[in-house]
Nanobody, 125 residues
Framework: QVQLVESGGGLVQAGDSLRLSCAASGRTFKTLNMGWFRQASGKDREFVAR????????YYGDSVKGRFTISRDNDKNTVTLQMNSLKPEDTAVYYCAARSYTRPVAIRPSEYDYWGQGTQVTVSS
């Protein structure tokens, strides 16, 4: 079983930056492909970014490309989402997710096996 705990959310103004972290436990972190998703009120969960087990491959959703950066530290069992140039439409609960590295990297929520509890990000205009 994998436990994921997100942190770093908060209230910021448009144009600001925020850094989210996700700490993983319960399984060797290098055996997990990781992803970030978000869910705004009344909307479906949306893919934000994903990174493979080694950190050599990343992929971003169109709405965050060029503004957000996903990275991981396999020694510290953490995955990070650096969010720059935040916009009000980035307001959502952000979730960290994991799936086994033996399966291909994925961008659909249904393809992930483990989820954190989420952290709220609110961007005011």
């Amino acid at each position: 079983q994998v436990q994921l705990v997100e942190s770093g959310g908060g209230l910021v103004q448009a144009g600001d930056s925020l850094r989210l972290s996700c700490a993983a436990s319960g399984r060797t972190f290098k055996t997990l492909n990781m992803g970030w998703f978000r869910q705004a009120s009344g909307k479906d969960r949306e893919f934000v970014a994903r990174i493979n087990w080694s950190g050599s491959s990343t992929y971003y959703g169109d709405s965050v490309k060029g503004r957000f950066t996903i990275s991981r530290d396999n020694d510290k069992n953490t995955v990070t989402l650096q969010m720059n140039s935040l916009k009000p439409e980035d307001t959502a609960v952000y979730y960290c997710a994991a799936r086994s590295y033996t399966r291909p990297v994925a961008i659909r929520p249904s393809e992930y096996d483990y989820w954190g509890q989420g952290t709220q990000v609110t961007v005011s205009s």
